[in-house]
Every structure is written in structure tokens, then in C-alpha cells.
């Protein structure tokens, strides 16, 4: 089975960044699509970006231009560069990958989330 761990949340000021990364351990087969959702107060969970093991990326228009995806396959971590945060950037960010059982079967694995805090 295959436990995600993220890090680098915290408080930051309007305009600064912050830089996430989700390293997952324990059995991993195979890990395809990595990607990065997040979840205000009082809203749903929404997309911020995906990466697929091909390499493409998709952003949330939200945060396009200033928040990128990477990933280091070798090392099973995925990473989200934030800059340029505003105040609505503030929520619980949760990193998920797309990985596969000893069996072959594929399904989502979500990491705890990790707090990001934009305020002055």
C-alpha cells in the first residue's frame, strides 16, 4: 500500500510562495497521473494541477502563471511551486496520485493535506 506524506504548508504573506512536495512511500508499483487539490472553508475540493507520467500538466485557471507542477519520478514526489499567493489561495492542499495494487488494480491514493495560509 502506498502513504503520501506532504510538507511545506504554512503561513505566508500575500505575493510570497511557498513550495509543496509529496513524497510517497511503502509498496509502489507504479505511480501514473501525481497531482495537487485543495479545499477552502466551506467549499468542495477542487483541482489545482495534475501531472501525468507523459508529462503533461493542467492548472486550474485560478493559478495559472504562478503555481507549477514537477514531479521526480526516481524518487515517487511530486511538488508544487506557488508564487505570487493571494489571500484565496488559503486552504488545505492535498497531493493524490494514481497508482496501481499488487493485483494490477489502479486507484487514487490522497495524501492528509497540509495547511497554506496567505494572510498579512
Known amino acids: 500500500q502506498v502513504q503520501l506524506v506532504e510538507s511545506g504548508g504554512g503561513l505566508v504573506q500575500p505575493g510570497g510562495s511557498l513550495r509543496l512536495s509529496c513524497a510517497a512511500s511503502?509498496?509502489?508499483?507504479?505511480?501514473?497521473?501525481m497531482g495537487w487539490y485543495r479545499q477552502a472553508p466551506g467549499k468542495q475540493r477542487d483541482l489545482v494541477a495534475t501531472?501525468?507520467?507523459?508529462?503533461?500538466?493542467n492548472y486550474a485557471d485560478s493559478v495559472k502563471g504562478r503555481f507549477t507542477i514537477s514531479r521526480d519520478n526516481a524518487k515517487n514526489t511530486v511538488y508544487l511551486q506557488m508564487n505570487s499567493l493571494k489571500p484565496e489561495d488559503t486552504a488545505v492542499y492535498y497531493c493524490?496520485?494514481?497508482?496501481?495494487?499488487?493485483?494490477?488494480?489502479?486507484?487514487?491514493?490522497w495524501g492528509q493535506g497540509t495547511q497554506v495560509i496567505v494572510s498579512s
Open positions: 511503502g509498496t509502489v508499483f507504479n505511480i501514473y497521473d
Open positions: 493524490t496520485v494514481k497508482t496501481q495494487s499488487r493485483s494490477g488494480r489502479l486507484y487514487d491514493e
Open positions: 501531472s501525468t507520467s507523459g508529462g503533461i500538466t
